[in-house]
């Protein structure tokens, strides 16, 4: 599986971004998508997850309430709206793909990774 990650950017405290993962190589209706981000010199730490048939999705306490993830079987694009950004949330954010999966907030269940895009919120 391939996956590119797109819609990283420079906006301000409080402004929204939407970030998109675009999968092939598989059928993407099989996948569990999660978001994930790392700031330099720290893990790489779960932000949201949606499981393979969209029915379950799990978020980070930090992320709670202000991002939602989607997904779009038709476009075989998972979908993290980023709503009330604070500095914070500057992080490279990646996703990931697990086939099969329920939407995991471990690493180590994620089959596949893309290669990240930064987001950075200005104060």
């Known amino acids: 599986v391939q996956l590119q990650a797109s819609g990283g950017g420079l906006v301000q405290a409080g402004d929204s971004l939407r970030l998109s993962c675009s999968a092939s190589?598989?059928?993407?209706?099989?996948?569990?998508m999660g978001w994930f981000r790392q700031v330099p010199g720290r893990e790489r730490e779960f932000v949201a997850s949606i499981a393979w048939n969209g029915e379950r999705t799990y978020y980070a306490d930090s992320v709670k309430g202000r991002f939602t993830i989607s997904r779009d079987d038709a476009r075989n694009t998972a979908n993290l709206q980023m709503d009330r950004l604070s500095p914070e949330d500057t992080a490279v954010y990646y996703c990931?793909?697990?086939?099969?999966?329920?939407?995991?907030?471990?690493?180590?269940?994620?089959?596949?990774w893309g290669q990240g895009t930064l987001v950075t919120v200005s104060s």
């Open positions: 190589g598989r059928p993407f209706s099989t996948l569990a």
């Open positions: 990931a793909a697990d086939l099969g999966g329920w939407g995991q907030a471990t690493l180590e269940e994620y089959d596949w």
